[in-house]
């Protein structure tokens, strides 16, 4: 794969919540998205782009992510990703026109991921009607040839997991964190890109299934200082500060973590590296940052 030509980006992340109005204040008055299109099917969206739609929030009991989307640059790498999920033994399912709708897309197809999410591969995904606009993120969100950000998952079916993103869907491996996080315990990561963004999609090792299987959602700034006013805004606030500023070993993000009502957490940063042709650099990293990211303790 040549990552400087992306064959998708990350298209979105569907939720499914109990009370979806719930993220209406912490998705727009703390990370600084806008609302996106409205659902033809009663979800809220929001979006950190011009696309239509980047999160999709529906209600229900799993408090959780249950969908996620990547988008093919064109016709003919949607059908190359088709064929090589058929080739590596996975089913994929072509989405009606009814779901195409709902998604806001031209083409949509389905299969199920090791890790219990849903990941459809679209084409297509619309623009919304007018240009992305948050007074609280003026510089806006890296998001050209990326995708809107990445996702990270906790899953106890690991290696299918990492099989699946490799073999059947094309993703190539940016590198892999293993370290002692107490004694006893390791935690292993797994980062994996689709374009030049150093990780869409990273894959945590759990000893058995979890309550809730996704970590946190990323979105990263084109302006350093945008971080930092989104950390003001937290701090003011009484979310809870996962994982204070700081800067990752691996991808270089200079970020912090912040919980949302739902219980995953969201990543606000900047400044990561991006994956170059040829990536010499898949390699293991034994420390999560270079500084910071520690917890925070409120007064």
Not at 17 to 39: C, K, M, Q, T, Y
Not at 233 to 249: F, K, M, Y
Request: with cysteine; charged share 25%.
């Amino acid at each position: 794969m040549n990552v400087t030509t992306p064959e998708f980006e990350f298209a979105y992340v569907e939720l499914q919540i109990p009370e979806p109005s719930s993220l209406d204040g912490f998705f727009g008055d703390v990370v600084g998205l806008v609302p996106g299109a409205p659902s033809t099917t009663g979800e809220l969206t929001w979006r950190d782009d011009a696309k239509a739609q980047r999160l999709i929030v529906g209600a229900g009991e799993a408090n959780d992510a249950v969908a996620i989307g990547f988008e093919a640059t064109d016709d003919a790498a949607f059908d190359a990703v088709l064929a090589r999920l058929a080739a590596a033994g996975y089913t994929a399912a072509e989405g009606s026109a009814e779901d195409c709708a709902r998604r806001r897309v031209q083409r949509l197809a389905r299969t199920a991921s090791p890790w219990g999410v849903t990941v459809e591969l679209v084409a297509g995904l619309a623009d919304a009607a007018e240009p992305f606009d948050s007074a609280l993120m003026p510089g806006g969100f890296l998001t050209d040839g990326l995708g809107f950000g990445h996702a990270v998952f906790i899953t106890p079916h690991f290696d299918e997991a990492a099989r699946f993103l490799v073999d059947g869907l094309g993703f190539a491996q940016s590198d892999f964190l293993q370290m002692e996080m107490a004694p006893g315990v390791e935690l292993e990561v797994r980062f994996f890109h689709c374009n030049p963004r150093h990780h869409t999609l990273a894959l945590a090792r759990a000893p058995f299934e979890v309550p809730q299987r996704l970590h946190h959602v990323m979105f990263e700034t084109r302006d350093r200082d945008d971080v930092g006013a989104a950390f003001d805004r937290v701090w003011a606030s009484e979310l809870t500060i996962a994982n204070g500023l700081g800067r990752h070993d691996n991808d270089k993000m200079f970020s912090f973590y912040v919980v949302s009502p739902a219980g995953f957490q969201v990543e606000i940063g900047h400044g990561a590296r991006q994956i170059t042709d040829p990536w010499t650099d898949d390699r293991r990293y034994d420390r999560i940052s270079q500084w910071g990211h520690q917890r925070v303790q409120r007064a």
